[in-house]
């Protein structure tokens, strides 16, 4: 048994980033991650624009006027969002400007429209602005043309959707997904959709890993169930390493009669770096590299020992793989226990529950029911796993635990 961190880091030695690219236009770029480097050849604003519906003036004709004694301008143009100015502003002049409007020549200062009063053709200034371009956003204010803007590695969401159509980048360059293929091992198991005919089960992994796969933008790849089949299993495994850059199995890779996942990889080729990680749940992990850069994790079969090892293995290869760069490891806060924790001590022990920030303070609820890594019916509901490191045997209700978030 290896440590988790140690685990984590063979992990991600393993991975290589994905290099393909392709292109994508902006309404199919949500979740996928950048793959160039984004430099625009426009400003931020574009020109200078008016903040506030009101007047646009030069701030010289305005500065020392009140509501005593204001300042009376000649109104020359109006000048609505979308709209170029067509006249220039001399000294005692004002252009009737809204919010979003480009500024015309000469003038360098807005006046809200609440600070004025206007009489037919003219505009009395009621108060005096704190500084020439009040109210002004300049042209290059937010970002300056040929600057970089985006670097490769970055996750699309919907602020750098927002910037790239500000940018005038209606395609963007992006990695292709990973495609990470799914098996499901094991004589008992059936899909949802069959009969269940004493002792069998129904695969539920199956379904919970390719929501898992897809919920990092990556392609899942159901390969469905293969039964403890020495041969069966064989071509199985074959077939995904050779079209997939993950392959993630459930199950047989516990010392049972019918175990064959270790043996099988290394019949196939495979180097196996990692056999079982003292974490519970999700002791039985291993993982294997392939020279086509596949990497394989068999996973426990429990369905919460997969799922929780998913979280905390899988998801930061995923990461990786996928080409996004920066800190590809979970996050974790402290929260105050809400009931006690108890732990074996010997490894790295994870409670499924709800984090949640209770007067300014983060509190984790521990799931009711069994914390039995075959019961997945608690862990649905949990945002969160509180974690009790090697060597803790308890944290007692109050005090503080590590919560690792989604
Ligand atoms: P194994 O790791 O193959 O010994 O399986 C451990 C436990 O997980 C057994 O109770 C299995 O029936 C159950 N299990 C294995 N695979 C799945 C699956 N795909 N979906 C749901 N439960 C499973
Ligand atoms: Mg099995």
């Given amino acids: ?55 646009a003036v030069k701030f010289e004709d305005v500065i020392n006027s009140n509501s005593e004694n204001p ?23 004002a252009s009737r400007i809204f919010t979003g409007a480009m500024l015309p020549q000469g003038a360098d200062t807005i006046i809200m429209q609440e600070n004025t009063q206007k009489h037919d053709n003219h ?17 290059g204010q937010f970002y300056q043309a040929g600057s970089p803007l985006f670097s490769s590695g970055i996750a699309i969401n919907a602020p ?14 992006v990695y292709s997904r990973p495609r990470v293929a799914i098996i499901s091992t094991g004589n008992e198991l059936v899909t949802p959709a069959e009969k269940l005919h004493p002792g069998q089960i129904v695969d539920s992994n199956q379904y919970a890993l390719a929501a898992f ?19 069966v299993l064989l071509d ?108 074996g001590g010997q490894r790295e022990t994870y409670f499924w529950g709800q984090l949640q920030l209770v007067d300014g303070e983060y509190q984790f609820e521990l799931a009711q029911g069994s914390h039995n890594s075959g019961n997945l019916i608690n862990l649905a509901g949990t945002n969160a796993l509180a974690m009790l490191p090697i060597g803790t045997t308890m944290i007692q209700q109050g005090e503080k635990v590590l919560v690792m978030f989604q």
């Fill in 236 to 343: 199985k495994m074959k077939q995904a390493i050779n079209s997939a850059d993950f392959v993630l199995s459930t199950g047989g890779v516990s010392v049972g009669d019918y175990d064959y996942v270790e043996q099988l990889l290394s019949e196939l080729g495979g180097e196996i770096s990692i056999r079982s990680v003292a974490v519970k749940p999700g002791k039985p992990l291993t993982v294997a590299n392939f020279d086509n850069g596949c990497v394989y994790f068999g996973l426990p079969g429990n369905p919460v020992s997969a799922l929780v090892s998913c979280w905390r293995f899988v998801k930061p290869a995923i990461h990786k793989l996928s080409g996004l760069s920066g800190n590809w490891l979970p996050k974790f806060i402290k929260a105050k226990c809400c009931q006690d924790l108890q732990a």
């Fill in 160 to 173: 750098e959707i927002s910037v790239l159509a500000t940018a005038q980048c209606p395609e963007i360059t």
């Fill in 213 to 231: 796969v897809s919920s990092l933008g990556a392609i899942p790849l159901k390969l469905g169930i293969v039964p403890d089949n020495r041969n």
């Fill in 123 to 139: 505009v009395v200034i009621l108060l005096s602005p704190k500084s020439p371009q009040n109210f002004v956003r300049k042209k």
């Fill in 71 to 93: 300042v009376t301008l000649e109104i020359i143009e109006e000048i609505p969002a979308g709209i170029a100015p067509q006249k220039s502003l001399q000294s005692g002049q």
């Fill in 1 to 55: 048994m290896i440590p988790v961190s140690q685990a984590i880091s063979i992990i991600l030695d393993l991975v290589k980033p994905i290099q393909d690219t392709e292109t994508v236009t902006l309404d199919n770029s949500l979740g996928r991650i950048l793959a160039q480097t984004i430099t625009s050849e426009l400003d931020f604003p574009y020109w200078d624009n008016s903040a506030m519906d009101g007047y």
